[in-house]
């Protein structure tokens, strides 16, 4: 590719605050990850956003036209507007100008793009939207896929999930043997639905993954699985219930501490300790989730995404690519990485 | 059923901590709740377990011989020990001796064996468990069901779990006219999986429940909803994973509210009110899970219930009793609780 700095195309126009949180967090990460940014969107937009920050970096501006809307159908948004800035982005990666994407808008758009665009990787027959949640040992996280990109799933599905998110444990999260647990509602191989049942097989006849047993709904924050699969519907549930559910006990915090004159007054008190409180319960900005299994890097982040999101998402992209993941999950099935013309 | 007080079948002998704290849990309610007590199980052990209180009141204690074993099939074990504990609960409340059965033993053991003894209420395919989670809102909390008992659902099974679910919440949480969502991907009818999907139509289409949408992970504590239902994989995991984040964000709060001497004092003035908060985190608080469709009432505690968990449990049971859960469910489909003959 030429160059030896990892180069990121950005979808500046996604997400409900582009392109101007995009833009700066794009800006931060050029400086200070050493990455070339490629910014696609409108350029008059891109440019006023820019002209807000005093930098010293050249950012790349490659046009596009429009953006698929958070209330399109994806495939719909993504025809009828093939400039539209993810369309842009992921064809960057297509023609080798960028190693991956960072897109904060419309996640099926962007799913739906990389996969029309550039195809799956030979041996995977869906993607998977990986997304890593802290656990109860510090810089422990573990890996969750997948957390919505197949509502419904087969077991093969999951295990090449299984195989991809050790890959991405492995090599981008540094852990040599990563243990894979299988998402399920009791230890017991027996226990389960005909998904879990039929995939506890697989993952535990697979002689590439390290399988360790079905995870519950418990264990998934205990620090003790590497990679937890899933099918998509519970993944996502499970997602956005666990963002939510810091908010929910910091709200519940902030309405009963303060109850009655003791309560003013200890809370008064104890101002520090809530604050940190408050920073280990506010739900953790990792940036956004790894497409795996398309032949390039995309991040999806969030819709909601500010600057220190981008900035997170880009730096997950950039160990992504600096990592070799496709080379390695293509390896696994012992091809090279390989562009499908099949549809979604 | 001759008595006015409403009388509980206590399976002594299930759980972890039984009959110790199942006994103690049950001494207690006898004594705030003005219910009566019968206490299934081996006679020596739970008169071991009674003379470690002073205690007035006079348990009955009804002879059983062996517990299902957490790790025993449910119905082999069911078959293999007649005189369980958890079968001759269930009788009693067959020859109407006892109003409900309270069991924090095997819980899939309970379940067949309420199935198999008492049946299903006529007009209910599948019975489920509702849990009751908290919410943002104080003082309304959210009914989900199911959390375990179906791990594979249609739809039609979904759209029983939000009738009956909409019954319990009215009558026994007061709820005047109970908001139900199903628990989904995305807001737009069109998101979600086979099911979701499905189920979606069902639900909009039911003129005896109030629908309003999908309600995404991050929506189930939001308090918008009064009844939310989904497939029993999805709500066990949720709920598992509901139950330790709780323990995680109380942890912190343990950990992180005494650091410093203002952290002591202010704690210290900020007692009440950190009773108030966990009682709000604490799952402990909600005692079990209501089996919902079976022509009985089952509470399933969790196998790890101690004495304050068994007296919610043995409270939850009496409110269903004492508000006609299973007659309001039974009139519904416009028939009188029935029981039947089939198997699980």
Redesign the interface.
Known sequence: MGSTLARIAIDAMGGDHAPGEIVAGALRAREELGVEILLVGDPQQIEEALAKHTHSHQLEIVPAEGVVAM?E?PLVGLRRKPKASINVAMDLVKRKRADAVVSAGHSGAAMAAALLRLGRLRGIDRPAIGAVFPT?IAGKPVLVLDV?AN??CRPHFLEQFATMGSVYSQYVLGIPEPKVGL???GE?S?K???L?LRTYQLLQDNPHISFIGNA???????GRYDVIV?????G???????????E??L???R???P??L??Q??????K??LR??KQ??DHAEHGGGLLLGVAGICIIGHGSSQAPTVFNAIRLAKEAVDNQVLERIASQYQETPQQSEEKV
Request: proline share 2%.
């Open positions: 209330n159908e109860l919505g509502v419904d998402l399920n509602i017991e027996c389960g639905n005909e879990a519950e709904g418990r264990d998934v924050l205990s899933c099918d998509g519907f519970v996502n549930v499970l997602l956005k219930f666990a963002e939510a559910v810091g929910v006990a709200n519940i915090l309405e009963e501490l109850l009655g003791h309560g007054i200890g809370t008064a008190i104890l520090p300790n940190r409180i280990r319960l």
